[in-house]
């Protein structure tokens, strides 16, 4: 990045300030920061306030984030506090924070302990007894489910992350993931893609939507059947370069049922109070109780 933008990031700081530094932020507290995960420019105002404010910054990796830092204008001692050593930093962490300190935990990007190290990290703070804050922001899951199109008006989905990386055990993850309803999340590196292709193929005709390279300059994003995921990627080169965020779209079915049960419960809710026009729903549509009871709080909320 040149000259002039990092300029133009560190000329933010005081308009951060100005605008999250009313807010309280208590003394012996773990802040958990999301961070761009690509453009830069996806930081949030609040986080440059509390990435300035924190006596040191633990992270996933000091190089990455101190370049990141920089960038912001911002100098801080850095604390590496990564997957292979998380549960011994968090003993450092700890000390620092019941001697008052504030410090900030980032991983390389995005949201830490979604995939990503901190949730070891923030498990050992919240057992001694120390406050953990969160400072939400980017991340890759909700940046593809918000442009994915799902038409499912629960917007329920299972996070799966990153599947295994043997082929065998990769395999039977997708068997048990094609009897699942609901949409699916999924993560993998560039250099697993292709692997990861010829598994999902397996669900046949089934939507996937594939996010590459998130919110940076070459992004990527394209829905395809499953078992033609294999042939966009060879349809481009620059296909198999990236991180992705995958979604496997609800089956078709599952759509259709939970538009059949939302009328029935509709109609139902007009006569009856909501646990009885529940019950009776989920006996007529055979749709899960507790996502009709969900349903139908938000239908009288509505």
């Not at 920089?70 to 050593?85: D, S």
């Not at 007894?129 to 593809?144: D, E, F, K, N, Q």
């Amino acid at each position: 990045m040149n000259t002039s933008l990092n300029a133009s990031y560190a000329n933010a700081l005081p308009t951060a300030q100005a605008v999250a530094g009313p807010q309280h932020y208590p003394p012996a507290a773990l802040y958990v920061v999301a961070t761009p995960i690509g453009n830069l420019a996806d930081i949030s105002l609040r986080a440059l306030h509390v990435l300035g404010l924190v006596d040191a910054i633990a992270c996933e990796d000091t190089r990455h984030t101190q370049a990141m830092l920089r960038v912001y204008g911002i100098t801080k001692p850095l604390l590496a506090a990564h997957q292979h050593n998380e549960h011994e930093a968090a003993q450092l962490i700890i000390t620092r924070l019941r001697a008052g300190e504030r410090i900030a935990y980032v991983s390389d990007a995005g949201t830490p302990a979604v995939s990503d190290p901190g949730a070891r990290l923030v498990a050992d703070v919240r057992a001694a007894g120390l406050r953990v804050l969160p400072l939400p922001g980017a991340s890759s899951v909700t940046a593809l489910l918000s442009v994915a199109g799902i038409a499912d008006d629960t917007g329920a989905y299972v996070f799966q992350g990153f599947l295994s990386t043997k082929a065998k055990e990769r395999e039977a993850q997708v068997a048990t993931l094609a009897a699942e309803p609901r949409a699916i999340v999924l993560l993998e590196a560039p250099h697993r893609i292709e692997a990861l292709a010829t598994a999902l193929a397996a669900l046949g005709e089934r939507s996937v939507t594939l996010g590459r390279e998130l919110t940076k300059q070459f992004e990527d994003i394209a829905t395809v059947p499953a078992q033609g995921i294999s042939t966009w990627l060879a349809a481009d080169a620059h296909r198999t370069q990236g991180e992705y965020a995958i979604i496997i779209h609800p089956r078709a079915a599952q759509v259709a049922q939970h538009t059949q049960g939302q009328r029935v419960l509709q109609l139902l809710l007009a006569e009856l109070p909501t646990k009885t026009a529940v019950k009776l729903a989920a006996d007529i549509t055979g749709e899960p109780r507790n996502a009709l009871y969900e349903l139908a709080l938000q239908l009288k909320k509505d």
